[in-house]
């Protein structure tokens, strides 16, 4: 059974961090890229991250040099290293793992930074 499950969301003030993890397990083929999404009410699902299983990692511009993406090809799992964190960063944290054939979607993990 394919399971992709995030954690590591939960509450914090502007200015804080948190670590999100995202682990993929029952999936017959590689991984090629994991990402990391986000959705805020009443917003479209936007791209936060994303990292190849060798190459260059892509970040979207909200996030960029606050947001650092990294992944354990070993145990298919990949992170997200969220510091300086503003209140517009408040968004429900989706994890994507993609094959050649299939994208894989996590259920998501709450993150609320406070003012």
């Known amino acids: 059974q394919v399971q992709v499950v995030e954690s590591g969301g939960g509450l914090v003030q502007a200015g804080g961090s948190l670590r999100l993890s995202c682990a993929a397990s029952?999936?017959?083929?590689?991984?090629?890229?994991m990402g990391w999404y986000r959705q805020a009410p009443g917003k479209q699902r936007e791209l936060v991250a994303t990292?190849?299983?060798?190459?260059?990692?892509n970040y979207g511009d909200s996030v960029k040099d606050r947001f650092t993406i990294s992944r354990d090809n070993t145990k298919n799992t990949a992170y997200l290293q969220m510091n300086s964190l503003k209140p517009e960063d408040t968004a429900v944290y989706y994890c994507?793992?993609?094959?050649?054939?299939?994208?894989?979607w996590g259920q998501g993990t709450q993150v609320t930074v406070s003012s």
């Open positions: 029952g999936i017959r083929f590689v991984i090629n890229t």
């Open positions: 990292i190849p299983r060798g190459g260059t990692t």
């Open positions: 994507r793992a993609d094959t050649s054939f299939q994208a894989y």
